[in-house]
């Protein structure tokens, strides 16, 4: 379960948000919404642990994410603005190292079984500067694939970039995530119907200090 | 533990294989400022033999430094760096891992590279293995200590100049106690407290810079 109180950031001169507060609790979606430079990335990076919060805390199973970070990153998966693949590495060689790194099931098979999952299976041995921008959004969303059993994904604009199949598939991701019992947070900019479980937060934005 | 160690050296010496030219780039560096040096100073083989370590080690020195500037930045900037801070797993042990590999693709090559360079100056046999055990004592500690300042200055802009005004002052200790023990087998006298100074430089960071560094990332990745 995953737990914010009290939460606020400022960034520069302006206060993105305050005394933020809320609950997510297993098989939930919670949706965060507002404008450009409402904070929605900067919430996200202070859920996943990256950025430091100016006030507030957020628990993870009842345990400040700051204190327990590598229990805290075991449990989580998370997809940022940027899409974390090298660029020299081939496909599979950028999925069998992320899961190799992780202490999950680095093998081939495995790997390819994340791959096909999102119809990346023809692109494994492409390198990753041979992509287009929404192939390698597919090859950063895969990790979701390849650690099945991760309880948290935060999400930052997952859908950006995709073609309306790849949004099916995603979309079919997410609920089945939430299906098994675990959470997700994320921003989404198109108009998605997101799964009924899906809590919305909207983040008014930020006012000067 | 030991599997993500592995994961992330195998990684890095993949991409600095499909990225030849950046690692040879700063061997290249190595072996032209040290040739360079007797065209300048002329062939007179006595002055050779006293400023060959010293300028072997300096040429280290400087190509070390010509490294740094990308041993974070790209994983940083293709956000590969966030999701190894998030693997799960001990940042030390990301950040020991990065380290071993760019030492192997530096200062490893370099030290080798010592060994006709060291013919080159005619050090002598002694010396020159000398040169070659300081350099292999020594090395790790300069990437060691490099990575700090590449960790402080990611992300930075004009961070290059800042990386080579930090780290300089601190490597030169390194620079020191390396072309001494050099002197020291040449003039007769034991290499060994030089010798041993280095190993203890380099022990010493390999304790404190992993955990200085995982925390410096993680500001940068602020």
Partial sequence: MLQVAGLECVRGERRLFHELQFELCPGQCLHIAGDNGAGKTSLLRILAGLLAPTAGTVRWRGAEIGATREEYGSELAFVGHLNGIKEELTVLENVRFEAAVRGADASEPAAMGALQRLGLQEYADRFGRHLSQGQKRRVALARLCAAPSVPLWILDEPFNALDTGAIDTLYGVIAAQLARGGMVVLTVHQKIDLPPATRRLELSGGAGL | ?222
């Fill in chain 2, 1 to 222: 533990m030991t599997g993500a160690l592995l994961a992330m050296v195998r990684r890095d010496l993949l991409l600095a294989l499909r990225q030849r030219g950046d690692v040879l780039n700063v061997l290249l560096f190595f072996v032209v400022v040290v040739t360079m040096v007797p065209l300048g100073v002329g062939p007179e083989l006595s002055v050779l033999r006293m400023i060959g370590a010293g300028t072997v080690w300096v040429a280290a020195l400087l190509a070390s430094i010509v490294s740094l500037a990308r041993m974070f930045a790209q994983d940083y900037a293709d956000g590969s760096l966030e999701q190894m801070m998030l693997a799960g797993q001990p940042a030390s042990v990301i950040v020991i891992g990065k380290i071993l590999a760019h030492w192997l693709v530096t200062g490893a090559p370099i030290t080798l590279a010592a060994i006709p360079i060291a013919v080159m100056f005619d050090l002598g046999v002694d010396p020159a293995a000398t040169l070659v055990a300081s350099l292999a004592l020594g090395t790790p500690a300069l990437s060691l200590v490099g990575a700090v300042g590449a960790a402080l200055t990611l992300g930075l802009r004009g961070g290059g100049v800042l990386v080579t005004l930090l780290v300089l002052p601190l490597t030169v200790p390194i620079l020191i106690f390396g072309a001494a023990a050099v002197e020291a087998t040449a003039g007769g006298l034991s290499p060994a407290p030089d010798l041993l100074l280095l190993a203890g430089l380099s022990l010493g960071s390999a304790a404190l810079a992993p955990w200085a560094i995982a925390t410096a990332l993680r500001i940068s990745l602020e």
